[in-house]
């Protein structure tokens, strides 16, 4: 039986080899920013904070990580590509979920999978409500290209 | 995860005017990242034999996009203008995908396309209302008469709803300025250890015993609580 870290890692790989190669460097830069955050000293206490609340795991977890995702694209200042919201937040989760494994144990891939359900259902909430406020400024159905490199903290690396 | 504490509002919906402007935050960008990493988790949960993980990535990529998951890197999304009507171009074209992937992965691993339909009732209604999933649409009428149980999309809802994890600290940014990319693996394992410390101590009724300073020896800690 492998550990769960040994099955999440088995996904990260499946995740991967479906990025674009021309991807990989920005959602590589996203993570590692993300997990600068999960992990910094200063703020790795609200991390904590939020995993003794009451509630599901899978609910903590992934609502934690669309919370995270927004700051992440705020930081950006909407250069972080939309497209890479949710394989970001799948990577993200992995971490998370292999911290939560380490230190208290009970993690499965079952936990993961709502846990990123949640982080699908929640991006999607965000983007629709998103798109209706846009329809409601004037920009119904636009779609402004992205830019190609990334700035603020998603394009300053590591 | 942790950015949870600034408050269940205040990040997606404290800045929402000037988020919801943002260029290319659209459903058909989000659910072009969506079919990455739910494909990758339907893919992962049909080689290992899980079915819920199987059904949970298929649920989340878009029950006609799993097909093209299949397959190598997706390359069609460039995420700009022209990547809202290729992702969905792909997904309505691939209508049989369930089945494609079904021959090729391991069927006994896929969820029937009833239950597919089951799970994608709400988020099809979510989707519909953006007219940019017209084959979840056609998932949504099989699941009509299915008995819905509480979806992610509704879970998420109640939790923005109950601010179940919010905790109103602000700041949060500044705190990782500077932060080194070498530290992260080091910083979590110190903090992995500390929260061993302190399920230890929750363990063996050890009251009182501050952990989380980081400028304490751990074992000191332990130790000194028991003698």
Redesign the interface.
């Given at each position: 039986m492998e550990s769960f870290s040994q099955?999440v890692q088995?996904?990260l790989e499946?995740?991967n080899?479906?990025?674009?190669?021309e991807?990989k460097g920005t959602l590589d830069r996203i993570a590692?920013?993300g997990?600068?955050?999960?992990?910094?000293?200063?703020?790795?206490?609200?991390?904590?904070?939020?995993l003794d609340?009451?509630?599901e795991m899978a609910?903590?977890?992934?609502?934690?990580?669309?919370?995270?995702l927004?700051?992440l694209?705020?930081?950006s200042k909407?250069a972080l590509?939309?497209?890479?919201?949710?394989?970001a937040?799948?990577v993200?989760?992995a971490k998370?979920c292999e911290?939560v494994d380490?230190?208290?144990g009970g993690m499965s891939?079952?936990i993961f999978?709502?846990a990123?359900?949640?982080v699908?259902?929640?991006?999607?909430?965000?983007?629709?409500?998103?798109?209706?406020?846009?329809g409601q400024?004037g920009?119904p159905g636009q779609?402004?290209?992205?830019?190609s490199a990334p700035q603020g903290l998603i394009g300053q690396g590591? | 995860m942790p950015a949870v504490a600034i408050g269940a509002v205040s990040i997606w919906g404290g800045t929402a005017a000037g988020f919801s402007l943002a260029a290319g935050f659209t459903m058909a960008n989000v659910a072009a990242g969506a079919m990455i990493a739910g494909g990758a988790l339907s893919v992962f949960g049909g080689a290992t034999g899980n079915k819920k993980l199987a059904s949970t990535g298929m649920l989340i990529a878009g029950a006609g996009s799993v097909g093209l998951m299949m397959t190598g890197p997706v390359s069609a999304l460039p995420g700009a203008a022209g990547g809202a009507p290729t992702a969905a171009a792909e997904m309505a074209a691939t209508e049989s995908g369930v089945m494609n992937a079904a021959s090729t992965s391991g069927s006994a691993m896929l969820p029937s396309q009833a239950e597919l339909g089951s799970q994608l009732g709400v988020d099809a209604g979510m989707a519909a209302n953006t007219g940019t999933a017209t084959n979840i649409g056609n998932a949504a009428n099989v699941a009509n008469t299915a008995a819905q149980p509480l979806s992610a999309a509704a879970r998420y809802e109640a939790l923005m709803r109950n601010q179940l994890l919010a905790t109103g600290v602000s700041g949060l940014t500044s705190g990782y300025t500077g932060y080194k990319q070498n530290q992260i693996a080091e910083d979590a394992l110190h903090y992995q250890r500390q929260r061993d410390d302190t399920e230890y101590a929750n363990r063996n009724n050890l009251t009182g015993l501050t952990l989380r300073s980081p400028s304490l020896p751990r074992i000191g800690l332990i130790n000194a609580q028991r003698s």
């Open positions: 099955q088995g996904y499946h995740l080899e479906k990025i674009a190669p991807d590692i920013n997990q600068k955050i999960m992990f910094s000293k200063s703020t790795h206490k609200y991390m904590l904070a939020m609340k009451e509630g609910d903590k977890l992934g609502y934690g990580i669309v919370e995270l927004g700051m694209f705020m930081q909407g590509p939309a497209r890479l919201l949710i394989p937040g799948a993200l989760l998370a911290f380490r230190t208290e891939m079952d999978a709502d990123l359900e949640l699908d259902a929640g991006i999607k909430k965000q983007a629709t409500d998103a798109e209706g406020k846009q400024q920009n779609s402004p290209a992205q830019p590591a | -």
